[in-house]
């Protein structure tokens, strides 16, 4: 998506903003012994209060592919990303999970003179440790937030996409953990999933020409040990090969004049 018009932003602003504000109620409620299927049943809750749409619920991949069948994304230790809440998931003393979280909000916008009401989507996503985690848990979870913020650091118009790439990348490879290459980030706004495709790793000059206006979901995943990951039998939940821990965080941003608008500002540790 390119943004066309203050109204566009300013709905992408208010979405992202109660995005957020779910997202750290999430975290805030997380004990040992709670199951994962809570956290998706406080989400629903709050995203319906908010007037807002969960885009994930019912989302497919493929028309042929069973639908997803939760609001939110739970994906504990060596889940990289899509893990589906389950009552009997509970979260142990020591986990690490990540929550993967998506809202359309109303308000229509503007394309010509054709007002959509559809509304426009946020997309983001936070790791957090349940309990006493261990150092090396702790040291994943914050170089790959670190990493997040180090991309979003470098983003102006005229950069290219290997810029941004190479930023997330150099970040975590220099804890020497490694960066997910299967799956990657990509442009959010009128639907959950467009152009581009916005890996995090790159090359610095290669790669497509960032603009002003465009909007990206930005999502480094970072791995303990391996990044070689492979589909779990659910269809939907990726998983590290070695069974190693995972981090993965995720922000909207919009590219402007001076760099980037974070829309998903004001969550956990943001």
Known sequence: MMIGSARERDILRVCGAKLAAITAELVASVHPGMATI???????????????????????????????PASICVSVN?????????????????????IDIGM??????????KKQEAGLITDMAVSVGVGDISDAAARLIRATREALDQGIAVLRPGIRMGDLGFAIQKHIESFRFGVVRVLAGHGVGQELHEDPYVPNYGTPGEGIVLKEGMVLAIEPMATLGDPKVRLAKDGWTWETKDGSLVAHWEHTVVITKA????????????
């Open 78 to 98: 060596h889940e990289v990303v899509h893990g589906i809440p389950a009552e009997e998931r509970i979260l142990r003393d020591g986990d690490i999970f990540s």
């Open 38 to 68: 809570e956290l998706n049943r406080i989400a629903e809750k709050r995203i319906r209060e908010a007037g807002g749409t969960a885009v994930f619920k019912g989302y497919r991949t493929e028309p042929k592919d069973p639908p997803y």
């Open 104 to 113: 359309r909000w109303p308000g229509g916008q503007e394309t010509g003179s």
């Open 259 to 270: 760099g980037a608008d974070v829309l998903t500002q004001g969550g956990p540790n943001s």
